[in-house]
């Protein structure tokens, strides 16, 4: 776990390093947010009964448009957590009961409120709730950040570390 908090820490200082353009701010955000995804599962504990058996994937899912393109094919790629390799998804829509156990959408995930679902989503600003998501993310000073909604986890029957909470900018509780 720590190799894990210290690519959350580092992805958190590689955030505010983009090069002037637009474009290159554009992937260097996404590039950040693929890999915060995918760590954050490392710092999440979910109930046994949202994976069929001991040797289930951990499912992440992209739901609507995908910002991150093969960004997180990469930063997946390979990868896994608690011992369970890490399977990506990628569909219009998800709903509860659909196999997700992260799900990114930049619409709002509030739906899936009480499915065992660490739901993530995109804030305009360091104050938005992200309208029901466990994890938000948000820019500030230029940096990819996160809000964390702890009522939102223990309503998803979701375990966040103290690890990751200290790493956020806000804990909503």
């Given at each position: 776990m ?22 290159a ?9 693929a ?12 109930p ?11 499912v ?9 393109g ?5 930063a997946?790629a390979?990868?896994s ?8 998804w990628r ?26 679902v660490?739901?993530?989503?995109d ?15 948000v820019?500030?000073?230029d ?5 964390i ?17 200290s ?7």
């Open positions: 720590a190799g894990g908090l210290l690519a959350l820490a580092m992805a958190l200082t590689l955030a505010g390093t983009a090069a002037s353009p637009a474009v701010a554009e992937t260097l955000e996404a590039a950040v947010k890999t915060f995804l995918y760590k954050f599962i490392a710092f999440v504990s979910w046994d009964s949202a994976f069929p058996d001991p040797s289930s994937p951990f992440l899912c992209v739901e609507g448009p995908d910002p991150f093969e960004l997180l094919d990469r997946v390979g990868q957590a608690a011992g369970r390799p890490i399977t990506l569909a219009p829509r998800f709903e509860a009961g659909s196999g997700c156990h992260l799900l990114y959408s930049r619409s709002s995930p509030g739906r899936l409120r009480g499915a065992p660490l739901t993530v989503t804030g305009d600003s360091a104050v938005d709730t992200g309208a029901g998501a466990v994890v938000t993310f820019l500030r000073d940096r990819v950040r996160f809000i909604d702890a009522a939102a986890a223990q309503d998803n029957h979701l375990t966040i570390s103290s690890k990751l909470m790493l956020a900018v806000a804990v909503r509780r």
